[in-house]
């Protein structure tokens, strides 16, 4: 099952400072985290990142997991471990399991609280593509097979919806009608050609004529929808 955590302003620890652990870590930040790496060495990237204030490294030669992480003054929301020592990861992610972390080890699925899909994001759209880990190299070329189908139209699409979604919950609690008026923007062929030209403006005012078009329908005290122009004086 795929589930999209919110994780702005969680507490990661890392431990490896190498290539791998920095790809993770930038997924990571990409998302809001307080990113902390301890590490022996570090790469470029890390140190790059460290020198922007993006991020923080300590230097570290860790040989007991239970000694360090004992030893840490704030409990991490979730622990990588990212070492080219497989016991050292095993030992790191098991006792940060018992101290009620999420973990991931970099080298050892089966410990692992979550996997790692391949992520096509493209503006505010997030495709998670897994294969269950039997084949990254697919769930790759997947993604970027996603990446060249989506267009800057849909980009400019969710963001004609949010507006309109936002004005909406303002006009009627008609869940039933509310979404009748925005699949009726979605499927409308002048705002689709606003949009492909990059027009949001011009799209969003034909979205309020259509939106304009079911003024005359209100709902009754039972939810239902009627007419103006039927009812009695």
């Given at each position: 099952?795929?589930?999209?955590?919110?994780?702005?302003?969680?507490?990661?620890?890392?431990?490896g400072g190498g290539r791998e652990s920095y790809k993770k870590s930038i997924k990571f930040l990409e998302e809001g985290?307080?990113?902390?790496?301890?590490s022996k060495s570090f790469t470029k990237g890390f140190k790059r990142l460290a020198a922007e204030g993006k991020i923080s490294i300590i230097k570290a030669n860790i040989d007991s997991a239970e000694e360090f992480l004992k030893n840490l003054t704030q409990k991490p929301d979730l622990l990588i471990a990212a070492t080219n020592n497989y016991d050292l990861n095993l030992e790191l992610v098991s006792?940060?399991?018992?101290?009620g972390c999420m973990v991931y080890a970099i080298d050892n699925p089966s410990m692992s609280d979550f996997t790692f899909p391949a992520l096509a994001k493209i503006g505010d759209v997030k495709i998670a593509i897994s294969t269950g880990g039997k084949s990254p190299a697919i769930a790759r070329l997947i993604r970027m097979k996603i990446e060249r189908i989506i267009k800057?139209?849909?980009?400019?699409?969710?963001q004609l919806q949010h507006q309109i979604r936002s004005t909406l919950k303002n006009l009627t609690s008609n869940q039933k009608m509310r979404r009748k008026i925005l699949y009726s923007i979605i499927k409308d062929y002048k705002i689709k050609e606003l949009l492909k030209f990059?027009?949001?403006?011009?799209?969003?005012?034909e979205a309020?004529?259509?939106?304009?078009?079911?003024?005359s329908l209100r709902e009754d005290s039972h939810?239902?929808?009627?007419?103006?122009?039927?009812?009695?004086?």
């Open positions: 099952m795929l589930m999209d955590f919110k994780l702005m302003g969680k507490n990661i620890l890392v431990i985290c307080k990113i902390t790496v301890y006792i940060a399991k018992k101290m800057p139209e849909h980009l400019l699409q969710i990059g027009k949001i403006e011009e799209a969003r005012l309020f004529k259509i939106i304009e078009s079911y003024i939810g239902r929808i009627s007419n103006n122009k039927n009812e009695k004086a």
